[in-house]
């Protein structure tokens, strides 16, 4: 299993990237943070192990479901991410811990309670191998639930801007492996049902979780500019030497169609809640 790419690039820009933006990222994709602790259900006292934990909101928001005494445990390969989970930390001075580690091959001191993960699953080499490692960290009877992200065109707020700076590439950008690791890995419910059964998992469940995302920004150009910003769009507008202006005005148009009266952007998602037993 090898999985240095993505930890090369979460350890880079991106991974920066993430950091500068955290705050804006939480409030954008704070509804699927509560997704997953609702269906968690974490009991007083329990101890989830948090899988891609990034900048933590979910492991301070899962110990705080547990009662606030015992500290849920975040895991990533992310040096700058996990600098900033562990401020986070210690601002709120929560007992939340966070440790460094390849999920797929990482193992706990103690045995937790249960996985939780926000789009934190889905960048293994071999998934099934990573899933059977992170079941065994977790006590027999232990439960898992996580979100990951439907198929791309499903969700308008990542496609949109995509498709508006389509025409103007220089060449088209070659398709993407459906299966490759990335934040759409996932997407086939049949695949990640089989990926679960292979690593052990008993009942799972995939159920949809289709809602509106609020982009970051009071108004379009600062909605589109984070997009490009974060999207696969930055990387294309290098690769292929891309004037940005003429990215951003496209953006800035496909956006505008879903603009709200105070310039707000609220677009469709879609991701699947994913639970199961160990
Ligand atoms: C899309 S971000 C989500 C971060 C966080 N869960 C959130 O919702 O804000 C994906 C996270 O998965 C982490 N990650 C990627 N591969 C990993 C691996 N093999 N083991 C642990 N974490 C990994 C990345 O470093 C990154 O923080």
Not at 58 to 83: F, H, K, M, N, Y
Not at 129 to 145: E, P, S, V
Not at 217 to 230: C, I, N, Y
Request: hydrophobic share 45%; glycine share 8%; aromatic share 8%.
């Amino acid at each position: 299993m090898n999985n240095d790419a993505m930890i090369e690039y979460w350890n880079g820009a991106a991974g920066q990237k993430w950091v500068d933006q955290s705050d804006r990222l939480d409030a954008m994709l704070g509804q699927f943070a509560d997704g997953v602790l609702d269906a968690a259900a974490i009991q007083t006292g329990e101890r989830a192990l948090d899988i891609g934990c990034g900048a933590g909101v979910l492991t301070l928001g899962a110990t705080a479901q547990s009662g606030g005494s015992i500290g849920s445990l975040g895991v990533d390969v992310s040096t700058p991410l996990l600098a900033l989970a562990r401020k986070r930390a210690a601002e709120a001075e929560s007992p939340a811990t966070f440790e460094h580690g390849d999920a797929s091959v990482y193992t706990a001191d103690d045995k937790l309670d249960l996985m939780i993960s926000r789009f934190g699953v889905m960048f293994f080499d071999d998934p099934a191998a990573a899933f059977a490692n992170i079941r065994a960290q977790i006590r027999t009877g232990g439960r898992m639930a996580f979100m990951c992200w439907q198929a791309l065109p499903l969700n308008d707020w990542a496609f949109a801007p995509f498709q508006a700076a389509l025409p103007l590439l220089r060449e088209a950008p070659p398709s993407p492996d459906p299966t490759a690791p990335g934040p759409f890995a996932f997407a086939d419910k049949d695949r990640v049902a089989g990926i679960l059964t292979e690593a052990g998992w008993q009942n799972s469940s995939i159920e949809p979780f289709e809602t509106e995302i609020t982009l970051p920004g009071d108004d379009v150009e600062t909605s589109a500019r984070f997009m490009l910003q974060l999207g696969p769009l930055s990387r294309l507008i290098a690769e292929q030497d891309l004037d940005p202006q003429t990215i951003l005005n496209a953006v800035i148009d496909k956006l505008s169609e879903h603009a709200e009266t105070d310039g707000r952007i609220k677009m469709k998602s879609a991701c699947w809640l994913v639970q199961a037993n160990a």
